[in-house]
């Protein structure tokens, strides 16, 4: 039974690597031979962007079944030391895509550090409490880079809570400018970093799940007090889980922002977090073949809707709705069991007739 379910899963992960990968070459080569329309390339990163932000989501919310309310708020971490780490170097690091590659891994350890501060006290809470507590603390991290000014001058860098605070020397630049965020930032984020980025988030997170690590997990959400009772460290392994969510939401923020010319911090709000999590239960709790579905499906439809203007969001709203009684539906679980069923059965007589010939 242990062998049959290693070997479902392998199956698993290689039919998701083999997805992300054959859809990245069809995209990019459509984009090359000049295929896709413009505002479809650039639907490209953010989808990738989301893709990586509901996967890592899924490591909290579906394999170690905590209600995180606050992922935005890391993404948003990533996102604002991605745009002062790109502006530090602009002038220093020629190379775009090392200056991206560092300006994400900054984001993410420094997303995994907030992830590290907010998870020792709040992953000790349950259910309900937990979702409260990491809301509030997404919307402090909002806020602390709302009113975040950062300034770059000959005497090096200058960080304030205020304008006044911050005196620039004569050819200084403003890099964050409090509640209007970063503006004027060099858009280096491409789309082959994106794909490597998924690629890197899918290697974390599905070997993190079928690590031991990942079996303690799925025991402490199955059952926290038997996992307890046979020594497994639950905040430890919860808090694991969520820093590496945090870690890889802050890479995924640092792309995102460093992808537009512009961003503030009203981008990462509860709004957000509640799209993180949408993502994740209409694709499956725990199921990151689905998560990267429908991310891809949920952020295409409001986005190809929008020359209905005032309905789009009403029609989305519908499909959510649609989504979500189809997907939970009994009778569309045992529809999909006997189709199983029945595949199965033809290949096994297709076995059947060929060893028979065979013999």
Known sequence: MRIKNDRKTQLTNFLTYALVIVAFVILQYMSEGKMLTKSMQGYLIPICVYIVLAVSLNLVVGISGELSLGHAGFMGVGAFTGVIIAGIFRDTIDNEILRLALSMVCGGVLAGVA??????????LRGDYLAIVTLA????????????????????????FSSEAIKLAEGGKMILKGPMGAAGIKKI?????????????????????????????????????????????????????????????GMAGALFALNYSSVNASQFNFNTSINILVFVVLGGMGNILGSIISTTVLYLVPELLRELQDYRMIIYAIVLIVVMLVTWSPKVKQMIQVVQV?????FKKKDKKGGSVNG
């Open 137 to 160: 603390f997404g919307e402090i991290l909002k806020n602390i880079f709302g009113n975040l000014y950062v300034g770059k001058d000959i005497n090096g860098i200058q960080f304030a």
């Open 342 to 346: 029945r595949i199965k059965d033809l």
């Open 115 to 124: 992830g590290f501060v907010v998870g020792i006290p709040v992953l000790r």
């Open 189 to 249: 984020a491409t789309f082959p970093v994106a794909f490597v980025l998924i690629l890197i988030t899918l290697f974390v997170v599905l070997n993190l799940i079928n690590s031991k690590e990942g079996r303690a997990i799925k025991a402490i959400r199955d059952n926290r007090i038997a996992a307890e009772s046979v020594g497994i460290n639950v905040t430890a392994f919860k808090l694991k889980a969520f820093v590496t969510s945090a870690f890889l939401a």
